[in-house]
């Protein structure tokens, strides 16, 4: 695999390396991960779908489109709770 370069303002490649040495790892590795971990809005409709699908099948649970809207607005405010508590 060959190695790109990415041309950011340096606010954002200092920041990019604040954040990496706070988790002990390389810009590279930070960008890569973000890369990896991050799922397109196509990809989260997909996800949901085969969610869904397996609920359904395995469980006998329909999730209406109003409970999965309800729940990811759960999620979302749990996980800046958590957020919020680390920090």
Do not use: N
């Amino acid at each position: 695999m060959s190695d790109a370069m990415i041309r950011v303002p340096a606010e954002v490649r200092d920041r990019l390396a604040v954040i990496a040495e706070s988790r002990g790892t390389s810009i590279r590795s930070l960008v890569q991960e973000f890369a990896e971990s991050t799922l397109t809005e196509e990809e989260r409709r997909e996800r949901a779908e085969r969610t869904r699908a397996y609920l359904a099948e395995h469980f006998g649970v329909e999730v209406s489109d109003e409970e999965s809207v309800a729940m990811g607005a759960r999620l979302h405010e749990a996980f800046t709770r958590a957020q919020d508590a680390a920090a």
